[in-house]
């Protein structure tokens, strides 16, 4: 299953300038009032929107990524075990 890539927008991470110190990882470069607006648009997970940096296919560039990944709850799983349990239970001829 292929989900679309959703990026990030009005707000660019650079590679930092050549003659930058080695600390310097890159530039984070914002937009800001359109940044903002983008931002209280977006479906958050407990109020954060994450992204992720990447490597795009020109290695001299970056990218951001929203990363929307949601673990899945165990919830779940857990009635279907406990389901599977009482059916059992059920079957048993004592």
């Given at each position: 299953?292929?989900?679309e890539?959703?990026?990030?927008?009005?707000?660019?991470?650079n590679?930092?300038h050549?003659?930058a110190p080695?600390?310097?990882?890159?530039?984070?470069?914002i937009?800001k009032?359109?940044?903002?607006?983008?931002?209280?648009?977006?479906?958050?997970?407990?109020?954060?929107?994450k992204?992720?940096?990447?490597?795009?296919?020109?290695?001299?560039?970056?990218y951001l990524e929203?990363?929307d990944?949601?673990?899945?709850t165990?919830?779940?799983?857990?009635?279907?075990a406990?389901n599977a349990?009482?059916?059992?239970?059920d079957?048993?001829?004592?």
């Open positions: 299953m292929t989900e890539k959703k990026f990030a927008k009005f707000i660019y991470f590679q930092p050549p003659k080695v600390w310097v990882l890159g530039q984070v470069v937009k009032e359109e940044f903002v607006t983008w931002l209280m648009s977006q479906d958050t997970i407990k109020g954060y929107v992204l992720d940096v990447k490597q795009a296919k020109d290695p001299a560039k970056a929203i990363n990944y949601v673990k899945p165990t919830e779940n799983n857990s009635d279907v406990d349990t009482t059916q059992q239970d079957d048993l001829p004592f």
